[in-house]
């Protein structure tokens, strides 16, 4: 296939027109001519995502989940129901134990082992151990 080159990527993202159904379901579309275009430069992809978790409300128009506007669903509820990776890691300055914690619904009830499960379903226990401090490790908000 074709590779670009740093100089001929611009970032813009756009589907025109996409179905899809999964192969073993072809009986069940996933998408009926989704159309969607995200200009190139820092403009919009991010932008949905946080549209999406209620970070921000759209100036007009609706988002809609399950038809229903996303403006009258509980925010907390609805962002502990999408999983998202953003582009730069936000870490806090303390442990990974801590940093690990932060991500439940309340960290102050979350034991030793859930952050290791959490950091297994991660692959990242292994990593965390090489560490002299392991999960006592502090890490810094770049990591």
Same mark, same amino acid.
């Given at each position: ?33 989704? =159309?969607?275009? /995200?200009?190139?430069? *820092?403009?919009?992809?991010?932008? +949905?995502?946080?549209?999406? $978790? !209620?970070?921000?409300?759209?100036? =007009?128009?609706? /988002?809609?989940?399950? *038809?229903?506007?996303?403006?009258? +669903?509980?925010?907390?509820? $609805? !962002? ?64």
């Amino acid at each position: 296939g074709l590779v670009l080159q740093p100089e001929q990527l611009k970032g813009e993202l756009e589907f025109r027109n996409v179905c899809f159904a999964y192969p073993t379901r072809k009986d069940s579309p996933i998408f009926q001519d989704l =159309s969607l275009s /995200v200009p190139a430069g *820092g403009s919009g992809k991010s932008t +949905l995502v946080s549209l999406l $978790l !209620r970070l921000y409300d759209p100036d =007009s128009g609706v /988002v809609t989940v399950d *038809g229903r506007d996303i403006r009258d +669903l509980n925010p907390y509820w $609805l !962002r502990s129901r999408i999983g998202t990776v953003s582009q730069e890691p936000v870490l806090f300055s303390c442990s990974i134990a801590e940093n690990i914690a932060y991500g439940a619904a309340d960290p102050s009830q979350v034991t030793v082992e859930d952050i290791y499960r959490a950091a297994q379903i991660a692959n990242a226990h292994d990593f965390i151990q090489e560490f002299p401090k392991g999960y006592d490790t502090v890490v810094g908000e770049k990591g």
